[in-house]
């Protein structure tokens, strides 16, 4: 079996160039700042940062509108930044991955500004196209209340183009092999400068075929096949992420048998996971996971709790959304697209650091590999006064001075959050990194608990009975060595009695503290916990025989 698997005990830092530290004094976040900055998230624990789009775009959906997929955008630097930037951070013991956008292009790309001068273009067939204006060309939009349509006209083209998003992002027809060819390339460009792979932008979109007729593809998803083939094949240990937010019917198509994407984001198990922080009842959480696929031994789910869109919350009952609403973002100009919340996860909760840190708890102890956006390990909130998505991507609050510390230039790329208890003079890295109680030094601990604990990246799991509604446990085995994870997602503190399962009565070790816990009626505990208190325990043994191989570092 294949121990290194490096996915597995990952811990992934997603972030935007543009807004992260900007190293020339333009107000624009830009590589050389990055770069700079690499101490800090090498400090932090992160093992993996995962860049949003940086290539060159007219930047109307925040750079997922790529107009050149060979290049960086100038405002952010060079391809020789780039690469520094790489070759530092893996000196640094960091992977990078990379967005990879290709359900579509800008409109501004060449290739859809030949395209669209009609059939006789040689890239015309790189697009979607419809003689007549398709009936449905009103639904299935993503961004509705913002975004009027899926089919646009194009007078020179005498034709309609698909686009499942706005319409100057139109889609690629992936049924063309010639434009299968051209992504491949791209990912064998990237790969080339030093990533480690690709975190895929709307990968159902991108198999999905639709508006095309007679394509010809037996099998929509063998292309997700082609990719991981070809990733493979020019680096080994590379790795695509997907961003597939779909059903546990389907997800398997995503993951296929150890051939296709090795992680997924896991959309509904963070959904449920809001209903019941909401409710304080793990109950919807525990059937999220249950639902969930055997998965085969190279694939992964990816955990976050936000991201840098929308807090989506399509897949839950309108009566459960509504809830989580009601609690989380009640105000109409916190909720977008009729799904979901422009909200960052501190301030949701108010700040409120018992919540906050169970919630991070248990997203850095679920099956898979944890995903943080910047900013959240501390504690940053949003922008309402920004528009639709851009509330979440304020630049990162450096330090108390000026913008935050983030840019030296009058006037920064966006507006830092300056008001309020999450305004940049209240949470910054500057000051928390100074306060052993802050949440930042919070999140580095909890970070390097997650490393020492492969288990958790790597071991089978199950769910524990515990008697009580609000408290989830979650046992873990690998080589011999067992983990138990428990939180209280209610604010009222419990005792549970708890079989942790296994062929033996065991003491129960607390990683995070020195207590441990002796069995008192057979196998069975008897836990406390506070009103959402966590605890992660050893099974068995304080320090375990270390029986596994000791993890590559990256
Ligand atoms: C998903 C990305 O996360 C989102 O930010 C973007 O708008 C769409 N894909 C289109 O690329």
Known sequence: ?????????????????????????????????????????????????????????????????IRDYYGVDPRLGDLGDFVAFTHEAKLHGIRVIIDLVVNHTSDQHPWFQSARKGPDSPFHDYYVWAKKKPKDAHKGMVFPGVQPSTWTYVKEAGGWYFHRFFDFQPDLN??????????LKVMGYWLELGVSGFRVDAVPFLVELKGLKNHGVEDPYGFLKEMREFLS???????????????????????????????????????????????????????????????????????????????????????????????????KGMQLYDRGLRRRFASMLDGDRRRIELAYSLMFTLPGTPVLWYGDELGMGENLALKERQ???????????????????????????????????????????????????????????????PELGWGAWRILRTGNKGVMA????????????????SARPCTVKLDPGGDEACPLYNVLTEDHSEP????????????????????GHQNPARKHKVEPRP
């Open 174 to 183: 992936v049924a063309n092999p010639e434009v299968r060819e051209q992504i």
């Open 233 to 331: 094949w020019r680096k080994g240990d590379a790795i695509l992420l997907a961003e597939a937010n779909v059903t546990m019917d389907e997800v398997m198509e995503f993951f296929g048998d150890n051939d296709r994407m090795q992680l997924v984001f896991n959309f509904l198990a963070n959904q449920n996971f809001y209903l019941s922080l909401t409710r304080g009842d793990a109950t919807p959480l525990i059937q999220a996971l249950k639902a969930s696929p055997d998965l085969p031994h190279t694939a992964q789910w990816a955990n976050f709790l936000r991201n840098h869109d929308e807090l989506d919350l399509g897949r839950l009952s309108d009566k459960d959304r509504a809830e989580v609403f009601q609690a989380l973002g009640p105000d």
């Open 391 to 453: 509330a979440v991507r304020t630049p990162m609050q450096w330090s108390p001075e000026r913008h935050g510390g983030f840019t030296l230039a009058q006037t920064p790329v966006k507006p830092l959050v300056e008001e309020g208890a999450f305004g940049f003079a209240q949470v910054n890295v500057a000051q928390q990194r100074c306060d052993p109680t802050s949440q930042l030094n919070w999140t580095e601990r909890i970070i390097r608990a997650r490393k020492e604990c």
């Open 520 to 539: 008192v009626d057979g196998q069975r505990h008897t836990l406390t916990l506070e009103g959402y208190g966590y605890r992660w325990f050893r099974v």
């Open 1 to 65: 079996m294949i121990e290194d698997l490096w996915y597995k005990n990952a811990v992934v830092y997603c972030l935007d160039v543009e807004t992260f530290m900007d190293g020339n004094g333009d107000g624009v976040g830009d590589f050389v700042g990055l770069r700079r900055k690499l101490d800090y998230l090498a400090g932090l624990g992160v093992t993996c940062v995962w860049l949003m789009p940086f290539q060159p775009t007219p930047n109307r959906d925040n750079g997922y509108d």
């Open 474 to 489: 979650l046992r873990y085995d690998w080589k011999g060595n067992a983990m138990v994870v428990l939180h209280n997602l």
